[in-house]
């Protein structure tokens, strides 16, 4: 059964970097597979912020292109988040996920990380 | 970009009814790449359909997905109490990869 865990500070200060990892378990990162983020500002709909594959090659949202980057360690069996420069805005619950058929198949339980000084 | 809008807002019924959601795209969406989820309070979401109409693993025959093109139905027989959630539509298209519907929240009453 594959589970995912996402971690990483629930509190960043505005302008710094917000930095999650997702631990993968019953599977390997390695399999054919992508790998997403995704986020859920309180009481809002769902963002699709990108996606990884095992060999490092990454998607991004456009609209999140220029201050987001995604890493793998294989070694580790995870992956990574990172977003430069948040503001309030991007409070919100951050979730990882398994791609399948071209739609989310797998999700992690998410992390509320709040962006506030 | 596609957009995607779904109807209604918010919908109450009764256990055992029958409920409807729709999710209309903007533009015609890729193969059907079209996919549905349910997310309950505090939860994750839950894949119910991809393919516009297939079933996720271990999701009841009372949810179905139906439609192409531009209009998707997600429709729930014999509704239980544990329906209650908000049901979120997903397309995949060119950029960004994966777009989301503002969601339908359900309310058994």
């Known amino acids: 059964q594959v589970q995912l865990q996402e971690s990483g500070p629930g509190l960043v200060t505005p302008s710094e970097t917000l930095s999650l990892t997702c631990t993968i378990s019953?599977?390997?990162?390695?399999?054919?597979?992508?790998w997403s983020w995704v986020r859920q500002p309180p009481g809002k709909g769902l963002q699709w912020i990108g996606e990884i594959y095992h060999g490092g090659t990454a998607n991004y949202n456009p609209s999140l292109r220029s201050r987001v980057t995604m890493s793998v360690d294989t070694s580790k069996n995870l992956f990574s988040l990172q977003l430069r420069s948040v503001t309030t805005a991007d409070t919100a619950v951050y979730y990882c996920a398994r791609n399948n058929f071209f739609s989310l198949q797998y999700w992690g339980q998410g992390t509320l990380v709040t962006a506030s000084s | 970009e596609i957009v995607l809008t779904q109807s209604p807002g918010t919908l109450s019924l009764s256990p055992g009814e029958r409920a409807t959601l729709s999710c209309r795209a903007s533009?015609?969406?890729?193969?059907?790449?079209l996919a549905w989820y349910q997310q309950k309070p505090g939860q994750a979401p839950r894949l119910l359909i991809y393919?516009?109409?297939t079933r996720a693993t271990g999701i009841p025959d009372r949810f179905s997905g139906s439609g192409s093109g531009t209009d998707f139905t997600l429709t729930i027989s014999r509704l239980e109490p544990e329906d209650s959630a908000v049901y979120h539509c997903q397309q995949y298209d060119n950029s960004p990869l994966y777009g989301f519907g503002p969601g339908t929240h359900l309310e058994i009453k």
């Open positions: 393919y516009a109409s």
């Open positions: 533009q015609s969406v890729t193969n059907n790449y």
């Open positions: 019953g599977d390997s990162i390695n399999s054919h597979s992508w």
